[in-house]
């Protein structure tokens, strides 16, 4: 993973230095969560939602390859002009792609040679670094920026897929067979209470953030209640158990036609008479202490009618966690909210290929706020804004309650 050092001793400057450290710290998780899966493991697919193992690591190389290096790099070669059709996600401007619900039938490269395209790119990256003047870097570094953050999007998919796969084994494997949910922080009150009037939400300025994120704006609320806890596990045996996953008034429409194939969240079953689930330690015994985990946008709602709440808007999420009484808003699940994945007002997506990274997925999808157990360290703030499609129940997705 380590580039060799410049030719006659010479270091790069104190920045680039700092962001070849955080170059590499970045990739070296990745490398470290492929590390466990053997070679069938990284390259199956369990669905067109997820991706292969091995495609996730090849396709964040793409995407360096594609803004940075060719770019920013005199005379770079590239490692295989092939890989701009495999790896490409869905850059329509960059040009044709492979399908996505076919990336699992990708049997070549092998994982060794993915392995080694990411030796190739970290080479030149760090290349790049050393021989960047001063001007090209405050050119060049927001977008190793933006690199590094889409990396670390993709090491927490790489886990939620390879879940999702193991999730089909009757083996039950484990991903990271000593993995263990994280300790929760006791809620300190019974709820946080906001009064009415206006707010400011967005990304206030400071660091890094997505365009999504932005502009910082004024928004209305009116009062309400956000509740400092997240919905447990418990608290989700007991909704099963007084039928809500029967009870069609209080599903949405198109919930409740998902509704009639679940029973419980995905990953859930019963054994003798007790519900397991499946975590990336494996098959273990539910544990009602815990939040509630891999639950669909449409089972969120219907939970919260059902418990006589609702979902907080995002709006009523940021302002709530920017209060510092949200109990356990990082770390644990993501939490769906009332809200529909739109643009901010006066939002701009960037200009070329990289404004298709958020923009024009502004439809048919839910925000999601906080982070999971699978986020990767340093990766969550008060004002990212995750989204997906309100059935997809794949994520590690629960929710917290308001009124």
Sequence with gaps: ??????????????????????????????????????????????????????????????FFEQFLLGRFLPDYRCFDPRYAFLFNSYYVSLGPRFE?????????????????????????VATLLTVATPAELATLLPILELGLQHEQQHQELMLTDILHAFSHNPLHPAAIPDWEWPSLDAPSQAGIALSAGPYQIGHPGDGFCFDNETPRHTTWLQDCRVAPQLVTQGDWLAFIGDGGYTTPTLWLSDGWTHAQHWQA????????????????????????????????????????????????????????????????????????????????????????????????FMINQQVLRGSSCATSPCHARPG??????????????GLRLAD
């Design 265 to 360: 969240p995905l990953y859930w079953q019963q054994r003798d008479g007790h519900w397991q689930t499946l975590t990336l330690g494996g098959l273990r015994g539910i544990n009602p202490t815990q939040p509630v985990c891999h639950i669909s946008y449409y089972e969120a709602d219907a939970f919260a009618r059902w418990a006589g709440r609702r979902l907080p808007t995002e709006a009523e999420w940021e302002v709530a966690e920017s209060s510092g009484l949200l109990a356990n808003a990082f770390g644990h699940v993501w939490q769906w909210t009332a809200s529909a994945y739109l643009p901010y007002p006066g939002y701009r997506p960037a200009t070329g290929a990289i404004g298709e990274y958020n923009g024009k």
């Design 1 to 62: 993973m380590n580039a060799p050092a410049p030719a006659g001793g010479c270091r790069p400057p104190p920045i680039a230095a700092h962001w070849l450290a955080r170059y590499r710290q970045v990739r070296a998780h990745t490398e470290a969560l492929a590390a466990a899966l053997s070679p069938e493991d990284q390259t199956v697919q369990s669905m067109p939602d997820a991706s292969p193992t091995k495609w996730h690591r090849a396709h964040v190389s793409w």
């Design 384 to 397: 990212y804004r995750n989204f997906f499609y309100p059935h997809q129940r794949w994520q590690f997705s």
């Design 100 to 124: 996505r619900p076919q990336r699992g039938l990708l049997t070549r490269p092998t994982v060794q040679e993915v392995g080694d395209y990411r030796n190739h790119v970290d080479t030149a």
